[in-house]
T-cell receptor, first 112, second 113 residues
Framework: DQQVKQNSPSLSVQEGRISILNCDYTNSMFDYFLWYKKYPAEGPTFLISISSIKDKNEDGRFTVFLNKSAKHLSLHIVPSQPGDSAVYFCAASEAGTYKYIFGTGTRLKVLA | SQTIHQWPATLVQPVGSPLSLECTVEGTSNPNLYWYRQAAGRGLQLLFYSVGIGQISSEVPQNLSASRPQDRQFILSSKKLLLSDSGFYLC????????????FGQGTRLTVV
């Protein structure tokens, strides 16, 4: 049972435009959500997170939106840069547990 | 901030051989520690996590085991590797407390032949 889903395996965007990566979850007890960026043969690096008490969190070019009623979150990257090309994972955590559950990832390609 | 050390970076092992992957953490005490695996073309699957020395929780039944002999040391083992154990293994650490991010090591690429 995949509790965290990223239904788009890949996305291509022109440099300078907005990249929107989506993530859906099924467990209504998740209360903390994170986005990670991963290059091949490297460990994921943390990008941005959001608590369930918020619906938006912004850090530079990265903004995460959370829609709890729809059990959906998204990551917006504006403007997109070629160096943003990587696989992006969303993850979720439930209060009182110690686990992060990851989605299957979306490969973003930013075209110069 | 935390630094996660994982070794080796790559490993090729024959079927039936034992496995020991080590992870050590710097920059924090009493972290929550995790082993994840990324199989080819798939997401990150949580294998084990630990909230303290000697405490291990297993997420999926499998051919692997984990141990935490010291506060900042996490070991992934197998007595006899299977072909299906091939993958990219990642160790992660998180500071104890609510709503904190996990930091990952650089990973070990294991190929079982």
């Amino acid at each position: 049972d995949q509790q965290v889903k990223q239904n788009s395996p890949s996305l291509s965007v022109q440099e300078g435009r907005i990249s929107i990566l989506n993530c859906d979850y099924t467990n209504s007890m998740f209360d903390y959500f994170l986005w990670y960026k991963k290059y091949p043969a490297e460990g994921p690096t943390f990008l941005i997170s959001i608590s369930s008490i918020k619906d938006k969190n912004e850090d530079g070019r990265f903004t995460v939106f959370l829609n709890k009623s729809a059990k959906h979150l998204s990551l917006h990257i504006v403007p997109s840069q070629p160096g943003d090309s990587a696989v992006y994972f969303c993850a979720a955590s439930e209060a009182g547990t110690y686990k992060y559950i990851f989605g299957t990832g979306t490969r973003l390609k930013v075209l110069a | 901030s935390q630094t996660i050390h994982q070794w080796p970076a790559t490993l090729v092992q024959p079927v039936g051989s034992p496995l020991s992957l080590e992870c050590t953490v710097e920059g924090t005490s009493n972290p929550n520690l995790y082993w994840y695996r990324q199989a080819a073309g798939r997401g990150l699957q949580l294998l084990f996590y630990s909230v303290g020395i000697g405490q291990i929780s297993s997420e999926v039944p499998q051919n692997l085991s984990a141990s935490r002999p010291q506060d900042r040391q996490f070991i992934l083992s197998s007595k006899k590797l299977l072909l299906s154990d091939s993958g990219f293994y990642l160790c992660a650490s998180r500071v104890t407390g609510v709503n904190t991010e996990a930091f990952f090591g650089q990973g070990t690429r294991l190929t079982v032949v």
